[in-house]
T-cell receptor, first 114, second 115 residues
Framework: GAGVSQSPRYKVAKRGQDVALRCDPISGHVSLFWYQQALGQGPEFLTYFQNEAQLDKSGLPSDRFFAERPEGSVSTLKIQRTQQEDSAVYLC????????????FGPGTRLTVL | AQSVTQPDIHITVSEGASLELRCNYSYGATPYLFWYVQSPGQGLQLLLKYFSGDTLVQGIKGFEAEFKRSQSSFNLRKPSVHWSDAAEYFCAVGAPGAGSYQLTFGKGTKLSVIP
């Protein structure tokens, strides 16, 4: 498709389970971002990739969060030993080279940790 | 560090009325500025953006925004609201220049439209 896609759209996990969230960016987009959006809040930056290189992971809230983009296209955000405070919508965005910081967002994955 | 303030958490307007959503930012220079809209269960859709030049920018769906450097503001306006405009609106700021990348968002303003 033409846009950013994310899967699954909804995920329910029991506390302590590991989850993996997938992002397919727009084809050819070099930059990829992950954001976390808690209920009633704006998105907050988690991490940034340029091709396969993770250039910034300063927004990851704990070492339970891990992101990868091994081939410079699809990215996976993994959360280990999920906690209730991890419940949020996780948004992925991509940006092309000439985007002047314009990012295109996917629909998000809503994670609920019980 | 950059920050964004959207002072209004929730606004209700009647269909056909005009709309202005406020956004103030904090940044050392002129940033890149964006307005996104998010409908329930949907991702963020870009309404408009400001990088440089004309301070009044036009976007999709009849929206416009004006950058005012002296007030550090980038307010979103629409002359006549439609029921389908009911959604949440986010203002965001990005630092210009090579290597800059992340967006900082405000907490959002929820717009309700009365038929």
């Amino acid at each position: 498709g033409a846009g950013v896609s994310q899967s699954p759209r909804y995920k329910v996990a029991k506390r302590g389970q590991d989850v993996a969230l997938r992002c397919d960016p727009i084809s050819g987009h070099v930059s990829l971002f992950w954001y976390q959006q808690a209920l009633g809040q704006g998105p907050e930056f988690l991490t940034y990739f340029q091709n396969e290189a993770q250039l910034d992971k300063s927004g990851l809230p704990s070492d339970r969060f891990f992101a990868e983009r091994p081939e410079g296209s699809v990215s996976t955000l993994k959360i280990q030993r999920t906690q209730q405070e991890d419940s949020a919508v996780y948004l992925c965005a991509s940006r092309g080279l000439a985007g002047a910081n314009e990012q295109f967002f996917g629909p998000g994955t809503r994670l609920t940790v019980l | 560090a950059q920050s964004v303030t959207q002072p209004d958490i929730h606004i209700t307007v009647s269909e056909g009325a005009s709309l202005e959503l406020r956004c103030n930012y904090s940044y050392g220079a002129t940033p890149y500025l964006f307005w996104y809209v998010q409908s329930p269960g949907q991702g963020l859709q870009l309404l408009l953006k400001y990088f440089s030049g004309d301070t009044l920018v036009q976007g999709i769906k009849g929206f416009e925004a004006e950058f005012k450097r002296s007030q550090s503001s980038f307010n979103l306006r629409k002359p006549s609201v439609h029921w389908s405009d009911a959604a949440e609106y986010f203002c965001a700021v990005g630092a210009p220049g090579a290597g800059s990348y992340q967006l900082t968002f405000g907490k959002g303003t929820k717009l309700s439209v009365i038929p």
